[in-house]
């Protein structure tokens, strides 16, 4: 059974960083794509960041050289690098993950999910 843990969520103020984790657990595909993907209340869950079993990365244009994606060696851990946070970055960020044996697709094409955690940047 696939799971996926996401941590690290928190309250900071603006200019403030934050790292997110995903454990992910009973996935063995090797070729997937993961992601982080965001939800601000009131809002529709958009992409934050993508990347490939080849290590090849995909942003929002409004976290594009502030959020860095990545993981390790094992693809057991997502990370999402959070820096330079504004308000706007407030929601609650989501770690998804999709068998693929190319390019990440699209947000709906994600299966699995984990539950999620707050990140909250106040002014």
């Known amino acids: 059974q696939i799971h996926l843990v996401e941590a690290g969520g928190g309250s900071v103020q603006a200019g403030g960083s934050l790292n997110l984790s995903c454990a992910v657990s009973g996935y063995n595909y090797q070729r997937r794509c993961m992601g982080w993907f965001r939800q601000a209340p009131g809002n529709e869950r958009q992409e934050v960041a993508t990347i490939d079993s080849y290590g090849r990365a995909r942003y929002a244009n409004s976290v594009t050289g502030r959020f860095t994606i990545s993981q390790d060696s094992v693809q057991t851990n997502l990370y999402l690098a959070m820096n330079h946070l504004v308000p706007g970055d407030t929601a609650m960020y989501y770690c998804?993950?999709?068998?693929?044996?190319?390019?990440?697709?699209?947000?709906?094409?994600?299966?699995?999910w984990g539950q999620g955690t707050q990140v909250t940047v106040s002014s």
């Open positions: 998804a993950a999709v068998r693929t044996t190319g390019s990440c697709p699209a947000m709906s094409a994600f299966p699995y």
